[in-house]
């Protein structure tokens, strides 16, 4: 079941200009597994990742879940649009 936001999270994507809105941690999960657009090597990164996964597990909220994933988007430099 996927876990929705109050307020979805629009990225730039890996073409410049072209917007993605990930609206739940499920979508924001699979993004930072499978199209992530920089380096994976960060705190931040690794750290919006484990708490993505404990959202999909039931253990974590999925607004502090979100909150941690922008940290990763700021940390890998990823635009954000409409924060």
Do not use: C
Request: hydrophobic share 45%; charged share 30%.
């Amino acid at each position: 079941m996927a876990q929705w936001w109050s307020k979805p999270v629009i990225v730039e994507t890996r073409k410049t200009g072209a917007r993605l809105t990930i609206s739940n941690a499920e979508r924001a999960a699979e993004y930072m597994l499978e199209e992530w657009p920089t380096l994976e090597d960060g705190s931040a990164y690794h750290a919006g990742k484990k708490a993505l996964l404990a959202t999909h597990e039931g253990k974590m909220d999925a607004e502090e879940a979100r909150a941690l994933f922008i940290m990763a988007l700021k940390e890998g430099d990823i635009y954000i649009f409409d924060e």
